[in-house]
């Protein structure tokens, strides 16, 4: 591709030893440049790109954009306000603009990309489509998949990913798009059809500044999106709510409390902790030719918890919106395995066993709320302390848990600080510790804590009796729960076999 074409994508301010030539490619790491590469030299939060071009240069760079000059280099380089952007716009132009070729569904909120994403691509593929989906576990690629680094990939791998699936004639790709991709830009060129914020949350506050950050960060999905677009808000969760009148995209909105919105919730029986309800459209709307009247139809979920409703009601709304038959809505999310540690049942005999990604004040009061709709004699709760978040999420973590300990009869938790089974980077600080405790201690819960993860978990399986329910909650630190649980029943009930015989 002739540099001069490729440069068009982006604004120029200043050229230093501007020549003619041919681009082989565009790279951003400087291990991954080759022969004709164009680098862009990208400012990240641990290093500078302009660092490396020396590097670039040498594994053959032929030309860079920098947002300074680099004194010494006789290559062309092309200065820029912000190379980030910049990068974005020169993958969009390198792999030929794929998501204008694709129907593009961006899905954001707190929590419950991951599962909404891959629920959205199961609706999808069972009605025919070719599909792609990019997000926090894997990027599949119609019927080849690859593990993901990131929850959303950096600019310009995220357009080499959709240039593939456009060369496979995938129509329609899933994606879930992270706070930190939209204020890094690394989606600053993709072409969305539908964009969705579920719900909002204190999360990730150190790393955007403050929650007011985060939210903007977030929201700007939703307020960016064009007037050829729809979004797809929810009116239970007020921050969602707040964006109806700040985007220039087709407003679709949905409740399960409210009964404001096009679609609503009804009949919600979360007895068994698996969802059947009934979907009502309340308001007509129109998308891709067809008109969708006032009407009603059932929805059984197999993966339980009240988030999986909210999540389903997106999936539902934006399959209706791309022309998805009611009856494979019903049968995918009927037959619908779910996603890992997304409050999965991974236990259901004697005792129920529910492993969840605890991760925010946002996902514990869901959590919690369905278990007040189950059916079960004794709550025990393992909770491993999130470490390396700052005491700020660990004592709202606390507060949330606290405020529902009373509703839920829970006097008593287990917490874990997960040593052995945590990298550096999440290890629980003191501070962590002493702000969880403190919060506990307020609020009259006692807390049994334990430095490793085994044995917090062999201690509620050892209370446990039946009828009951045990709850392993946590991120990183609960990672290894289920297996570790799921070990000991087995040696449990092969010591049990082992007296009997």
């Given amino acids: ?36 590469h164009l680098f862009v030299c990208v400012r990240g939060y641990k290093t500078d790109g302009h660092k490396y071009l020396a590097q670039a240069v040498a594994n053959g760079a032929v ?17 820029v306000k912000n190379s980030r952007i910049a990068l974005a716009q020169l993958g969009d132009a390198f792999y030929d603009h794929p998501s204008k070729k694709m129907k593009m569904i961006g899905v954001t909120a707190t929590n419950g990309k ?37 929850t959303t990939p950096e600019s310009l791998d995220l357009q080499y990913y959709l240039g593939e699936m456009a060369e496979k004639n995938v129509s329609h790709v899933c994606m879930e798009v992270s706070s930190a991709a939209l204020e890094t830009h690394r989606v600053e060129t993709v072409d969305y059809d539908i964009v969705t914020l579920n719900n909002v949350s204190r999360e ?5 500044g403050s929650f007011e950050q985060y939210f903007e960060a977030k929201s700007s999905l939703i307020r960016n999106a064009s007037a050829r677009s ?15 009148n700040q985007t220039k995209a087709e407003v679709i909105t949905f409740g399960v409390e409210s009964k404001e919105g096009h679609i609503h919730c009804k009949n919600l029986d979360l007895t068994t902790g698996r969802a059947k309800f009934t979907v009502e459209i309340l308001k007509a709307f129109k998308a891709n030719g067809a008109e969708y009247i006032p009407g009603e139809f059932d929805i059984e979920l197999s993966v339980p918890g009240l988030h999986s409703v909210y999540n389903s009601m997106v999936a539902i709304t934006v399959a209706l919106l791309s022309g998805v038959a009611v009856s494979t809505i019903q049968y995918t ?17 004697d005792i129920k066993i529910i492993d969840d990604h605890f991760a925010n004040t946002g996902n514990i009061n869901v959590t919690l709320q369905t278990l007040k709709y189950m059916d079960y004699k004794k709550l025990h709760i ?12 660990n004592r709202e973590n606390a507060e949330a848990i606290a405020e529902w300990a009373p509703k839920l009869g829970l006097k008593e938790i287990i917490a874990t600080k997960s040593v052995s089974h945590v990298t550096a980077k999440d290890k629980v600080t003191d501070e962590e510790q002493r702000v969880f405790e403190e919060v506990m201690a307020e609020a009259r819960i006692q807390v049994d804590l334990y430095e490793e993860l ?3 978990i062999a201690r509620a399986l050892g209370k446990a009796e039946e009828g009951d329910l045990v709850l392993l909650a946590g991120c990183q630190g609960m990672d290894h729960g289920a297996e570790i649980a799921l070990q000991l029943l087995r040696e449990k009930n092969e010591l049990r076999i082992e007296i009997l015989e």
């Avoid at 576990?137 to 998949?145: G, H, L, P, R």
């Avoid at 239970?236 to 109806?244: C, F, R």
């Avoid at 999310?333 to 005999?349: D, M, Q, S």
């Fill in 333 to 349: 999310l009927k037959n619908f395995a779910g996603v890992e540690r997304r409050f999965e049942f991974i236990y259901e005999e």
């Fill in 230 to 244: 729809i979004a797809v808000l929810n009116l239970d969760d007020p921050y969602s709510a707040s964006l109806v």
């Fill in 63 to 79: 030309a860079a954009v920098v947002e300074e000059v680099q004194e010494g280099f006789d290559i062309p380089q092309f200065v």
């Fill in 114 to 150: 991951t599962t909404t994403s891959y629920m959205i691509n199961a609706i999808l593929e069972n009605e025919g489509f070719k599909t792609g989906l990019i997000g926090t576990v894997s990027i599949k690629i119609d019927d080849m998949t690859i593990p993901a680094e990131l």
């Fill in 204 to 208: 990730h506050i150190d790393s955007h």
């Fill in 382 to 393: 393992v909770y491993a302390i999130r470490g390396e978040r700052g005491p700020t999420v």
């Fill in 1 to 36: 591709m002739l540099l001069e074409e490729l440069l068009r994508s982006i604004k120029v301010e200043r050229v230093h030893n501007d020549k003619d030539m041919k681009i082989s490619g565009v790279s951003y790491h400087s291990q991954k440049v080759a022969n004709g």
């Fill in 454 to 456: 085994p044995d917090a």
